[in-house]
């Protein structure tokens, strides 16, 4: 992909109050501009928004900043991500492969046999495919799992953690249809709420997005013709927001999506089945 903001694009840096221009290189080596609420998270991105106005905004909580060798922030897809330390080599990335067509041949027959909306098109397009495996982590995938919502980003960030949560707002070319192509960005961006069936319920709670290279990394050949830093969607960083989760969510009328609410029951997802039976039967391939 392309690295965003060749020129500067506005941000808020740790350390200074007001959102100033920035390299992008600034604001991944950067430890994050501080927030004490939701309210004033949504507030500076709304600047981020009309200053970049450009690029769409979209949003990714974590529980850590992850950084490369060279100290940056990095937002790799899940197949390409290490075990351990240092980038997976070429035999841990063809494993990683094998297990992702495994998955994909396993879902598009269930899919199919279960009767869902759209199974044609699922056997069609890999990117589709990828994206319901991804969402639903069933194994590794090129993809990497976002939302259009703040409020649900910043709750992920926060669940089930006591310290320090981070906000990632990437800006991506503007959005049309369920899968958005941009040759001139590298990218490809897919809405999960038109590629998952209605009866699909989590991902259009959580409204969703996955981001992909583009043309799209089908298996281990085409990696071959990338450099490993070149797969990072760290370079479509805008900004990068830390706050504490247990003063950040104290107003009341901005309360954090609860985790029930993030992953209903399975009693209620009835597209849950299909894919928890496809992490059954690879569930040997998923390391």
Same mark, same amino acid.
């Given at each position: 992909?392309?690295?965003?903001?060749?020129?500067?694009?506005?941000?808020?840096?740790?350390? +200074?109050?007001?959102?100033?221009?920035?390299?992008?290189? =600034?604001?991944?080596?950067?430890?994050?501009?501080?927030?004490?609420?939701?309210?004033?998270?949504?507030? =500076?991105?709304?600047?981020?928004?009309?200053?970049?106005?450009?690029?769409?905004? &979209?949003?990714?909580?974590?529980?850590?900043?992850?950084?490369?060798?060279?100290?940056?922030?990095?937002?790799?897809?899940?197949?390409?991500?290490?075990?351990?330390?240092?980038?997976?080599?070429?035999?841990? &990335?063809?494993?990683?492969?094998?297990?992702?067509?495994?998955?994909?041949?396993?879902?598009?027959?269930?899919?199919?046999?279960?009767?869902?909306?759209?199974?044609?098109?699922?056997?069609?397009?890999?990117?589709?495919?990828? $994206?319901?495996?991804?969402?639903?982590?069933?194994?590794?995938?090129?993809?990497?799992?976002?939302?259009?919502?703040?409020?649900?980003?910043?709750?992920?960030?926060?669940?089930?953690?006591?310290?320090?949560?981070?906000?990632?707002?990437?800006?991506?070319?503007?959005?049309?249809?369920?899968?958005?192509?941009?040759?001139? $960005?590298?990218?490809?961006?897919?809405?999960?709420?038109?590629?998952?069936?209605? +009866?699909?319920?989590?991902?259009?709670?959580?409204?969703?997005?996955?981001?992909?290279?583009?043309?799209?990394?089908?298996?281990?050949?085409?990696?071959?013709?990338?450099?490993?830093?070149?797969?990072?969607?760290?370079?479509? &960083?805008?900004? =990068?927001?830390?706050?504490?989760? +247990?003063?950040?969510?104290?107003?009341?009328?901005?309360?954090?999506?609860?985790?029930?609410?993030?992953?209903?029951?399975?009693?209620?997802?009835?597209?849950?089945?299909?894919?928890?039976?496809?992490?059954?039967?690879?569930?040997?391939?998923?390391?």
């Amino acid at each position: 992909m392309e690295t965003i903001g060749t020129q500067e694009l506005w941000s808020f840096i740790d350390g +200074k109050s007001e959102a100033t221009t920035a390299r992008i290189s =600034k604001i991944r080596k950067g430890a994050g501009h501080t927030v004490n609420s939701f309210l004033e998270l949504a507030s =500076k991105v709304a600047e981020l928004q009309f200053r970049n106005r450009d690029h769409v905004l &979209l949003f990714g909580g974590q529980s850590a900043d992850y950084r490369n060798k060279k100290g940056n922030s990095t937002l790799k897809p899940t197949l390409f991500r290490p075990l351990k330390k240092g980038n997976p080599n070429s035999n841990t &990335l063809i494993q990683r492969f094998e297990a992702l067509r495994d998955a994909e041949d396993d879902l598009a027959c269930r899919y199919q046999q279960a009767g869902f909306l759209g199974a044609e098109r699922l056997q069609r397009q890999h990117i589709l495919r990828w $994206a319901i495996l991804q969402h639903y982590e069933v194994c590794r995938t090129p993809l990497l799992d976002i939302t259009a919502s703040l409020r649900v980003a910043a709750s992920f960030a926060s669940i089930d953690h006591k310290g320090e949560a981070f906000l990632f707002v990437l800006g991506v070319p503007n959005l049309s249809g369920a899968i958005t192509a941009s040759a001139e $960005a590298g990218l490809q961006i897919v809405r999960l709420s038109s590629v998952c069936p209605p +009866k699909a319920i989590r991902p259009h709670l959580q409204e969703g997005y996955l981001l992909g290279e583009y043309p799209e990394m089908s298996d281990f050949g085409r990696v071959q013709q990338y450099f490993q830093y070149e797969i990072d969607f760290g370079r479509r &960083l805008v900004a =990068k927001f830390r706050f504490e989760p +247990k003063t950040f969510w104290k107003d009341d009328a901005f309360p954090m999506v609860t985790k029930k609410a993030l992953y209903p029951s399975p009693q209620g997802d009835p597209f849950h089945k299909v894919v928890s039976a496809v992490k059954q039967s690879i569930s040997y391939l998923r390391e």
